[in-house]
């Protein structure tokens, strides 16, 4: 927070790359983000809090009893009781956080010009999220409960594998069938961009099966890109906002073209966003070097060998009734209860070292994607192209070092771009 105060001029190394109109509204946005973030978390902290000590877990456990006990399932029933639980829970959750996610969309990135939405749009959105997330979350987490059930001595085993398809077939279908119920997909049409993507993507044996653009614009500003998809089948997704060419923000409204004005608005800008067909591919250079690398299947090994230590840990501690009596159930342990005791609370510090760890790696893949943009001859575009997504995003390019290197999954912009200095001058 002191550097988004008392930063209030370009510093001389960022001359050639930011106007000071840019810099002060990215250090205002930044400085709002910054007030918006300690608030909210402060909140958290004491919401937590006061569950705990008044024993909200125990007492919001009892109520489901309850509920569940209404419907004709007793105390027997323990996975009935614990659906209802984690519906109560995350309905609790969502009602919440509500009014943090309005002030933030409609206060913060309506502020900033980033926001794209109605409140219609917006609830709408919300809604859908959260029927579309139980959807999932229910039947995922009364399987994983049988499965430690009936699974024995070594029901950790089968319970990772089962997190792990889960997580695989989610990973396959989420682009499919689960993303496009809130975006709208197109394939790219036929062009040089298109054509320039599959060469590029030939050049480098990259399985691409379809490109696609995504109407990011509906709801935010904000640009990315992305791949996914396994084996043979890879597919790519743009946002319109990274294409100069697509985006929404730089054209016009047709005249009596107004079909989508009742859900989302349309903010005229006074500069174009998004990046020239060059610099759209120098971004795909880097993340198509993420999947040349191995840095995506590294991240699944990571992911899956500190899921199966987790399990194995909870196997170890389940059976651990002191762990239950400190949260107010003396009577009863039931394995959900358990499950978020460990994962939420015990390890807690734990994952706070993990997600560091984590965060230094991701920072290394980074510099070693753009590494391989730069061989891929993409250094003059990829250093153009990280400028204008950081002036489109209103990134502040001055950052505290410590809160840099705990928190940033990316490298500093003025890192990046000293990387690619040199082959950019070459």
């Known amino acids: 927070r002191r550097v988004y105060r008392t930063t209030t001029h370009v510093p001389q190394e960022l001359g050639q790359i930011m106007d000071s109109e840019t810099f002060e509204k990215s250090r205002l946005y930044q400085l709002d983000k910054s007030t918006f973030s300690f608030w909210s978390g402060l909140y958290s902290e004491v919401e937590g809090t006061m569950i705990l000590l008044c024993g909200g877990i125990p007492f919001l456990w009892k109520l489901s009893g309850q509920i569940s006990g209404h419907a004709g399932f007793g105390p027997e029933y323990e996975i009935v009781q614990s659906l209802v639980f984690l519906l109560l829970a995350t309905l609790f959750s969502a009602m919440t956080g509500l009014p943090w996610s309005l002030y933030n969309t409609f206060v913060i990135e309506e502020k900033h010009g980033f926001n794209q939405q109605t409140l219609g749009f917006f609830f709408k959105d919300a809604i859908k999220k959260f029927v579309v997330t139980q959807c ?58 298109k054509q320039q993507i599959e060469t590029m993507a030939k050049s480098i044996d990259f399985p691409l099966t379809k490109v696609y653009v995504v109407e990011g614009s509906k709801r935010s500003s904000h640009s990315n890109a992305y791949f996914y998809g396994f084996f043979k089948n890879k597919r790519i997704v743009l946002f319109d906002t990274l294409l100069e060419e697509y985006s929404a923000l730089n054209k016009e409204p047709a005249e009596g073209e107004d079909g989508e004005n009742e859900e989302t608005k349309s903010k005229t800008k006074n500069k174009k966003q998004g990046c020239k067909n060059e610099e759209v591919l120098a971004v795909l250079g880097h993340e198509l070097g993420h999947w040349k690398l191995g840095h995506t299947v590294k991240n699944i090994i990571i992911s899956q060998m500190n899921s199966f230590l987790c399990f194995f840990l909870f196997a170890v501690l389940i059976g651990q009734k002191e762990l239950f009596a400190a949260f107010g159930f003396y009577d009863t342990q039931p394995t959900l209860i358990g499950l978020m005791i460990i994962f939420q609370f015990i390890f807690s510090p734990y994952n706070e070292v993990l997600s560091f760890c984590l965060t230094v790696l991701s920072r290394r893949f980074e510099f070693q994607a753009d590494a391989f943009a730069k061989e891929l001859g993409k250094a003059k575009d990829l250093y153009s192209a990280l400028i204008k997504l950081n002036k489109d995003n209103l990134g502040f390019p001055v950052s505290d070092w410590i809160f840099s290197m705990w928190h940033y999954s990316h490298p500093p912009l003025l890192e990046r771009l000293q990387a690619l200095k040199d082959a950019k001058q070459e």
């Open 136 to 193: 999932i979350l229910l039947p995922v987490t009364s399987l994983l409960l049988y499965i430690i059930k009936i699974g024995g001595d070594y029901f950790f085993i089968y319970a990772w594998l089962f997190t792990l398809v889960v997580s695989l077939v989610l990973v396959t279908i989420y682009a499919d069938y689960i993303a496009p119920l809130f975006d709208k997909f197109i394939p790219l049409p036929e062009g040089e961009l």
